[in-house]
């Protein structure tokens, strides 16, 4: 795989309102290190690390991957259809490199760890499920198909509850491609095996789901959570 992938690093305002319902969901708080000078943590339920950044990021919500040696393997993303969006390289500086997908989610890749892994952290099933993927909208299926292909991943089409896919898997990270009237911007999806049970341990913690789900969710054994930042959480049953 050309990357490993690191964390969903999401732009908060308020990063302790953001780690305070996390914490509720069962996710537990990463050692960070002091590569980034804004107001910066990372929460983990042993499968997904979610970056939490209080400062303005070059996208609200990114997909970071981290690669040793950064500087020598610019030309490599390139061959595979990068196209940076930025690059901060140098001696002084922390290294960094973006690039978007064909649907513009931005893609960063950074130099090392930005922090320790947990391993304390809940594997897998926390209160919300079992992460599952970070799904994504995209304008074309087939043009981030094979992005997500030169970038190391296994795509295949898929048809399970509650939407089909194309779904592209690696060792360190599934991504779900959905259509753009399905899934309205990148979501991270959860299988509970009962999810009006988990809703209702759930509310126990002061967590309540969306009011209304979108159109194409209707029909199936699903709900929404909007953490404090604004990103969606997708419970979801049968997803294997």
């Not at 964390?7 to 969901?25: H, V």
């Not at 996208?59 to 393997?73: D, I, N, Q, W």
């Not at 196209?83 to 140098?90: I, K, V």
């Not at 064909?102 to 893609?107: A, D, E, T, Y």
Request: include cysteine; charged fraction near 20%; hydrophobic fraction near 45%.
């Amino acid at each position: 795989m050309l990357v490993r992938f690191l964390e969903f690093s999401i732009e908060t305002p308020d990063i302790r309102a953001s780690l305070e319902f996390y914490a509720r969901l069962g996710f537990a708080e990463a050692p960070v290190g002091d590569a980034w000078t804004h107001p910066y943590a990372v929460v983990t339920d042993g499968r997904v690390c979610i970056g939490l950044h209080q400062t303005t990021l070059p996208a609200a919500m990114t997909m970071t991957f981290v690669k040793p040696g950064l500087r020598e393997h610019l030309d490599d993303f390139e061959a595979h259809g990068a196209r940076f969006e930025f690059r901060h390289l140098g001696n002084e500086v922390f290294n960094e490199v973006g690039w978007c997908d064909p649907s513009g989610h931005l893609i960063r890749v950074v130099e090392a760890r930005t922090f320790s892994p947990n391993e304390a952290a809940p594997q897998g099933d926390i209160g919300c499920g079992y992460f599952a993927e970070i799904a994504l909208p995209t304008t074309s299926l087939t043009a981030s198909r094979q992005f997500w292909e030169n970038l190391g991943f296994v795509a295949m089409d898929e048809a399970p509850l509650p939407l089909p896919h194309v779904s592209c898997t690696s060792d360190t990270l599934d991504v779900g491609l959905y259509t753009a009237r399905e899934i309205s911007r990148p979501t991270l999806v959860f299988d509970s095996d009962d999810v009006a049970a988990t809703l209702q341990r759930l509310a126990t913690r002061g967590i309540v789901p969306l009011a209304h789900l979108p159109a194409a969710l209707r029909q199936s054994r699903a709900a929404i959570l909007l953490a404090p930042e604004g990103t969606p959480l997708l419970l979801a049953s049968g997803l294997d």
